[in-house]
Nanobody, 127 residues
Framework: QVQLLESGGGLVQAGGSLRLSCAASGRSGSGGSMGWSRQVPGKEREFVSA????????YAADSMKGRFTISRDNAKNTVYLQMNSLKAEDTAVYYCAASPGRPLGNGTNSTSWYDYWGQGTQVTVSS
């Protein structure tokens, strides 16, 4: 059983930056992938970015490229999401997710790709 704990959310002004962290416990080995998604009330969860745990290869939604960067620290079992040039429309609850048995693939941007989810961390960008 993998447990995920997000942190780093908060209130930031437009144009600012935040770095989200996701600490994973209970995972073993170096396989699989982890990702970030976000959700606003009344809308479907939106894929942000994902990373393959072993190689560090990444995949990001087109709309996130250039502003959001995913990374991982193997020693700390932690995945990060660096968010720069934040906009009001980035306001959402950001969720970390893990797919221990699947590296990056065609379904990486789908919520069904992931087996475990964190509780989410709120990011609010004021304009």
């Amino acid at each position: 059983q993998v447990q995920l704990l997000e942190s780093g959310g908060g209130l930031v002004q437009a144009g600012g930056s935040l770095r989200l962290s996701c600490a994973a416990s209970g995972r073993s080995g170096s396989g699989g992938s982890m990702g970030w998604s976000r959700q606003v009330p009344g809308k479907e969860r939106e894929f942000v970015s994902a990373i393959r745990w072993s190689s560090g290869s990444t995949y990001a939604a087109d709309s996130m490229k250039g502003r959001f960067t995913i990374s991982r620290d193997n020693a700390k079992n932690t995945v990060y999401l660096q968010m720069n040039s934040l906009k009001a429309e980035d306001t959402a609850v950001y969720y970390c997710a893990a797919s221990p048995g699947r590296p990056l693939g065609n379904g990486t941007n789908s919520t069904s790709w992931y087996d475990y989810w964190g509780q989410g961390t709120q990011v609010t960008v004021s304009s």
